[in-house]
T-cell receptor
């Protein structure tokens, strides 16, 4: 079956630090990969996605590249801000009759001024 | 307009009670979902409906009964509430459900506390 493994949190950084949150996956077929973000007290929202190998998704200064050879989709940002403090979820969807996203366990990021 | 809305936002109730959570989406999507998020932020899908038809039921106790009166609404009724039901429940929707590139749109969540 499908599975997503992402690095355990919490992650605490100072403002302007470099961020990496690792994500690896196991899936049948050719899944699409996603990063969702959950700000405190809110629902999840899509941060970025990639639908095929070597695609790079990017949004709000965050990037992630779909690496089929290493089955990875690591999230990076060059300079984090306090407003980036949130829980980040890596997810995949393999399409077809699956009908569901498979989520990782989430990584809590706290950015201090 | 809010794309996916849920009511109520907070729900505090006693063990053994029955409660409902409502969800509506105005995106014209065909597929809706219910997720449960536990205290460690782990997200688990509970149900998925496509055009009012149940597609996924992820071994959820039968005290939980989803109902979809039309494709824009997916409500969740919970009977005989237990302490372990305390969690945040998220509704979500997507255009089709089968296409792997689809984005799911989440509601703001309902924070359920069972005392």
């Amino acid at each position: 079956g499908n599975s997503v493994t992402q690095m355990e949190g919490p992650v605490t950084l100072s403002e302007e630090a470099f961020l990496t949150i690792n994500c690896t996956y196991t899936a049948t077929g050719y899944p699409s990969l996603f990063w969702y973000v959950q700000y405190p007290g809110e629902g999840l929202q899509l941060l970025l996605k990639a639908t095929k190998a070597d695609d790079k998704g990017s949004n709000k200064g965050f990037e992630a590249t779909y690496r089929k050879e290493t089955t990875s989709f690591h999230l990076e940002k060059g300079s984090v801000q306090v407003s980036d403090s949130a829980v980040y979820f890596c997810a995949l969807h393999s399409g077809g009759s699956n009908y569901k996203l498979t989520f990782g366990k989430g990584t809590l990021l706290t950015v201090n001024p | 307009d809010t794309a996916v809305s849920q009511t109520p936002k907070y729900l505090v109730t006693q063990m053994g009670n029955d409660k409902s959570i409502k969800c509506e989406q105005n995106l014209g999507h065909d597929t809706m979902y219910w997720y449960k998020q536990d205290s460690k932020k782990f997200l688990k899908i509970m149900f998925s409906y496509n055009n009012k038809e149940l597609i996924i039921n992820e071994t959820v106790p039968n005290r939980f009964s989803p109902k979809s009166p039309d494709k824009a609404h997916l409500n969740l009724h919970i009977n005989s509430l237990e302490l372990g039901d305390s969690a945040v429940y998220f509704c979500a929707s997507s255009q089709d459900g089968t296409r792997n590139e689809e984005t799911q749109y989440f509601g703001p969540g309902t924070r359920l506390l069972v005392l």
